[in-house]
DNA sequence: ATCAAAATTCAACGAGCGTTGAAAAGTAAA
DNA sequence: TTTACTTTTCAACGCTCGTTGAATTTTGAT
């Protein structure tokens, strides 16, 4: 086949989808590079020539979906601005343009988004070299909509913005992570895999806590 | 010294004083023996002889402050009910008895509950063996909390509460982390290690919440 | 068909891992 | 001071890890 885009990269890629899989739940130091070669079918040497060094596979993985997520929280929260008058977008709108683009692509999208998203949980939680991998991938993003949060919530204290933006991430977080706790609390009337019960509820219940802490 | 318990534990301590510290910051797998018994200036093969394997080490860790933990919490909770007239404790008190004792510890304590909270944190987000321990050491008291909670709203439906308490969790397990990354984003407005704004912005703002969601 | 380049496998390395059994040091009662 | 016991160290084991250089296969243009 000429230029043939449909087969040509299989075992790169299986590589990048395997190691997002177990990274994801396992952690960068509980998963070896023959376990990550083995679910994808390939010999251990081929993620050392493709990548290099093991983080570098890591921060392979991590960047390769970072672009297109932005892309869809940008596209969303532009959208909620087309929508509404010049500066009289809704905190609920804001939030909204940053859970839903989740909820879309783990819907539509095979299970490597859900790998992913868990992926970014457990980068987020992590002290040391995760915050390197955050600021790289979502530091301009973030900023975007707290800026849009700032001009929604005139009045507030900037460093409250910043706390109720902790607050939707770590719940956010959480969330991403699926750890089935939920599941066992609550004795099966939730799941931590039913995403939009998950936001259907996470946004009144973030804007609720943004208009009550950034009043003054 | 006849009997001098002051001296008599030290090394023993030390290893899980150490294995606190180390498996909060870098994870179970991210952490070696060698590395733990370095810092408590032990030979390795001593952590084995007290503990057994490195999971069991992990897990005495895990287990050797929650039992208080739960017990300041639970004080604290009948303390609000106490104060309240009976069936009237608010939905911020509890909340409050919820986080307060977490601030506590952290204030007047060394820095090893500082460590012990991050482990939480680490633990509450991973998937697969994390959530044996959190159970095990956490879902009688949270299940308390819980029903604390829906007396409280007691036309809340159940699944909302439980999800409201998730969001609750996330965001304070995201605190407990301590990643650096609204130090970051915020650029020095707020800090990680600033547990007395975190708490004071996070009660009104969880107690909005939850009266938002938990309306219908 | 030829040939150079890329992709993939093979085989092995040195290092560090968790764990263990035996030796040594410390402790306290008889 | 002997004795029994606990605590700690020492030395080493078998194993798995990430990585690499050479060999092999595949690919695509000529």
């Known amino acids: 086949m000429t230029t043939d885009q449909s087969k040509a990269p299989a075992k790169r890629d299986r590589i990048l989808d395997a190691a997002e899989h177990l990274f994801a739940e396992r952690g960068f130091e509980g ?24 983080d570098e596979l890591f921060t392979a993985v991590f960047q390769r979906r970072a672009g297109e997520l932005n892309d869809r929280r940008l596209a969303a929260l532009a959208e909620a601005k087309r929508q509404a008058m010049p500066n009289t ?16 692509v783990q819907r539509e999208g ?13 980068v987020n939680n992590h002290t040391y070299w995760g915050q390197r ?14 800026g849009a949060l700032k001009a929604a919530l005139p009045e507030a204290p900037n460093d409250k913005i910043y706390w109720c933006y902790h607050n939707l991430s770590g719940a956010l977080t959480l969330t991403l992570a699926r750890t089935g706790r939920i599941d066992r609390l609550s004795e099966g009337a939730c799941r931590s895999d039913d995403y939009q019960s ?17 009043k003054a």
Do not use: N
Request: charged residues 15%.
């Open 31 to 54: 998963v070896t590079l023959r376990q990550i070669a083995s679910q994808a079918g390939v010999d251990v040497a081929l993620a050392s020539y493709h990548f290099g060094k093991k």
């Open 89 to 104: 977008v809704s905190v609920e709108a804001i939030i909204s343009a940053f859970l839903r683009p989740l909820e879309d």
């Open 133 to 146: 991998l955050m600021s790289s991938a979502f530091d301009q993003l973030v900023t975007e909509f707290i």
């Open 198 to 214: 998950a936001y259907d509820q996470m946004i009144p219940f973030m804007a609720a806590g943004f208009y009550s802490v950034c």
């Open 110 to 122: 095979d299970s490597g988004w859900q790998h992913y998203l868990a992926l970014i949980a457990y």
